[in-house]
């Protein structure tokens, strides 16, 4: 099984609304990413976890913040969002064996329109 | 100068031809290589994973790594209407971070 969920598949969220972006994964991946793709472009990475520990922010706006409850699980809550923060939001996890990391896998992603 | 050069296409091909495809680095460092198809609105979906120079081949796919030329090639054989995507080369370093070539829009015409 080499499955990351997303969910939801689509989300619609006004500027002042709170809500939660999930991934679940049961592959034992100890790595988990948070991408955001806007159209006819490639996945710009936003947050790395390694073993549940944040290893990588780049440079993301406060509004959205990760959570890695466990080892299998990754957050991505969001406030206080932008129009321009519309886009296709990707999960993906990878593995790592004898410090080389394996290929990464991603899910379906999750359709953000903020109005 | 991007770190990965991919041509964006389109590329638009007749059924059953080979679809060949490529992407360049500059970074030395990158050591795992990596080809994604991407249909429209959906994620990514890994078709080749290497991390050594040479051939790779799974079914209809080949994937070519030359690291002394800094370069990648994804082939695919007998290709088929169903491949029409958008094909993303990818490669990390030894760390977590995954850098993404720009993506080839590839149409298969019946």
């Known amino acids: 099984d080499t499955e990351v969920t997303q969910t939801p598949k689509h989300l619609v969220m006004g500027m002042t609304n709170k809500k939660s972006l999930k991934c679940e994964q049961h592959?034992?991946?100890?790595?988990m990413y948070w991408y955001k793709q806007k159209a006819k472009k490639p996945p710009e990475l936003m947050f790395v976890?390694?073993?549940?520990?944040?290893?990588i922010n780049e440079s993301v706006p406060s509004r959205f913040s990760p959570e890695c409850p466990n080892s299998s699980l990754l957050n991505l809550h969001l406030h206080a969002l932008q129009p321009e923060d519309s886009a296709l939001y990707l999960c993906?996890?990878?593995?790592?064996?004898?410090?080389?990391?394996?290929?990464?896998?991603f899910g379906q992603g999750t359709r953000l329109t903020v109005v | 100068q991007k770190e990965v050069e991919q041509d964006p296409g389109p590329l638009s091909v007749p059924e059953g031809a080979i679809v060949s495809l490529n992407c360049t680095y500059s970074?030395?460092?990158?050591?795992?290589f990596m080809w994604y198809r991407q249909y429209s609105r959906k994620g990514p979906e890994l078709l080749m994973y290497?991390?050594?120079?040479g051939n790779k081949e799974d079914g209809r796919f080949t994937a070519q790594v030359d690291k002394s030329s800094k370069y990648i090639s994804l082939f695919i054989r007998d290709s088929q209407p169903s491949d029409s995507a958008t094909y993303l080369c990818?490669?990390?370093?030894?760390?977590?971070?995954?850098?993404f070539g720009g993506g080839t829009r590839v149409l298969v015409k019946p």
């Open positions: 993906a996890s990878s593995y790592r064996d004898r410090g080389r990391n394996t290929e990464a896998f």
């Open positions: 592959m034992g991946h100890r790595a």
């Open positions: 976890y390694s073993y549940e520990k944040l290893s």
């Open positions: 970074n030395s460092a990158f050591q795992y």
């Open positions: 290497t991390y050594s120079s």
């Open positions: 990818a490669m990390k370093a030894a760390g977590n971070k995954l850098t």
